[in-house]
């Protein structure tokens, strides 16, 4: 199959690249009119038809504007994109309803039809090619002895580990299939990495803000939790984690590195080498979430905590739930020199792994068509995240602040001290729209007035409308 990029889609980006850049740097400012199309083809050098999809990929992402027989104006203003928010408050506020049950209402909103779900961090049926794998599917099954009825290896589908350690090579991994076991979903693999490195009792070290579902899974493992505050720049605190694990005898961490929930943070490469080698120093093991690591916004694949990894403590976990098929439920971890209990685990509780959707997924990567895949939906995330946020510098209160992802699915929101997260999702749910309160996103509902927005949707009139009522709600309780 053949997935090169052509010379003309190579063009068009580059070009709207460069006039991206001179207007978030003001050179071409709000309202200056841009060349016509044929002006700009001139000029370049280029085929009319590649000086349209520059000025189109524009356009889609916000930047311009076409006005009816007039031409396309920049409509953009990088001075009115709220400010991030602030590093996330210690203190506590007083809750009347406890976390468990803001999430079992949240949980509730997110299949409910008729409701805008930008509390849901996932790929909508728009952005997975869900003909193609409903091809490689029956491809699978066909290609198969026994049309995929038996059990697979308790380690996984060979051609799918495989697959998985190919693509690590893009974040420097030096692994093979003999490294990998496959799981259903990344959640799985979360837990059995950390049945395979605690025991009930022990404390784990995570993020804070963090994952709503990580709390259930400490919970129902008997694990005490130990909030670390993650810096809306640079991720996890390793100076806090690092005096922290001086005064508490922690087992095991488990951080997201790349793009991580909500905050939507990404951890520079050296400050995770320098993350490993403070918990290699103390043998801790790092249960590094990577489900998020191939949706990034750059030109090249962030590295992992797993890229410096040399003593096997790093166990990598991650998944195709939310890069392509999150009803497949296909994950895996690289569990380093764990991986005999990880497997040891995976026997006791499952057996085997899907037998079809395991060689499906395998068969999607071995032909290619995940690569080509992934850069359609990374391009369409990153237009979203654009959108989404010039939307609400429109239509949210001035104060507002919103984090600046560059790569995943979500949106992190900090508003007036007045407003509280939980009430505005009560509010918003009398008018159908589902979002995440920051309340949820710790143990003790402190993020009182944060709120999670997916993007994962693409822009159309129905978000623009349910941001502008969510503006309209978030300014009446200011």
């Known amino acids: 199959m053949d997935i090169t990029i052509s010379k003309e889609e190579f063009l068009y980006t580059q070009i709207a690249e460069r006039f991206e850049t001179q207007i ?9 009119k841009l060349l016509s199309v ?5 000029e370049q050098g280029i085929s009319i038809s590649t000086a349209f999809k520059a000025y189109i990929e524009l356009e889609n992402k916000g930047f311009i504007e076409a006005r009816t027989k007039s031409g396309y104006f920049v409509r953009y203003n990088p001075a009115k994109i709220p400010k991030t928010p602030d590093s996330p408050q210690t203190e506590t506020d007083f809750v009347n309803v406890g976390v468990d049950e803001m999430l079992r209402m949240v ?19 728009d952005l997975i090619p869900l003909a193609k794998l409903s091809k490689v599917m029956m491809e699978a099954i066909r290609k198969s002895s026994n049309s995929c009825t038996g059990y697979e290896e308790i ?6 580990r495989k697959q998985i350690a190919k693509y690590a ?18 959640m799985e693999a979360l837990v059995f990495c950390l049945k395979a490195v605690t025991e009930p009792g022990d404390t784990v070290a995570i993020d804070s803000p963090t994952y709503f579902g990580i709390f259930n899974v400490m919970q129902s493992l008997g694990l005490k939790v130990l909030e670390i505050p993650t810096d809306p720049q640079t991720g996890t605190d390793i100076e806090y984690l690092e005096k922290a694990i001086e005064k508490i005898p922690v087992k095991a961490c488990l951080f997201v590195t790349n793009f991580s929930n909500p905050l939507g943070v990404f951890m520079p490469d050296h400050r995770k080498k320098q993350l490993v080698q403070l918990l290699a120093k103390r043998q801790i093991p790092l249960i590094e979430d990577d489900i998020y690591g191939e949706m990034y916004f750059g030109k090249t694949r962030p590295k992992t ?9 790093v166990m990598l976990c991650s998944s195709v739930s939310k890069t392509l098929a999150p009803g497949y439920r296909v994950g895996w971890c690289i569990p380093g020199k764990f991986i005999d209990k990880v497997i040891s685990l995976k026997l006791t509780h499952s057996v085997s792994s899907a037998t079809p959707t395991q060689a499906a997924i395998g068969l999607f990567f071995e032909t290619g068509r995940y690569d080509l895949h992934m850069r359609k939906m990374r391009k369409a995330l990153h237009t979203q995240c654009l959108r989404y946020t010039q939307a609400i510098s429109e239509y949210f209160p001035k104060e507002t602040k919103v984090s600046r992802p560059l790569g995943g699915y979500v949106l992190w929101i900090e508003m007036n001290k007045k407003v509280n997260g939980f009430d505005l999702f009560q509010q918003a749910m009398k008018h159908n729209i589902s ?3 920051g309340q949820i996103f710790s143990t003790d ?7 999670r927005i997916s993007f994962g949707t693409p822009y159309n009139e129905e978000i623009e409308k349910s941001l502008q009522k969510l503006g309209r709600l978030v300014e009446n309780m200011s």
């Open 155 to 160: 380690q996984g589908n060979v051609m799918l």
């Open 435 to 437: 979002i995440a309160p």
């Open 107 to 125: 949980y509730k909103t997110m299949n409910q039809e008729g409701v805008v779900k930008l509390s849901q961090a996932v790929p909508s049926d």
């Open 445 to 451: 509902a402190r993020f009182t007035n944060y709120i």
């Open 305 to 313: 905590c797993k890229s410096f990894d040399k003593e096997g403590l």
């Open 24 to 32: 978030e740097n003001n050179i071409l400012k709000t309202g200056d």
């Open 38 to 42: 044929r002006a700009l083809s001139r």
């Open 169 to 186: 090579f893009n974040w420097n991994g030096n692994i093979t299939g003999n490294d990998v076991v496959t799981t259903q979903g990344c």
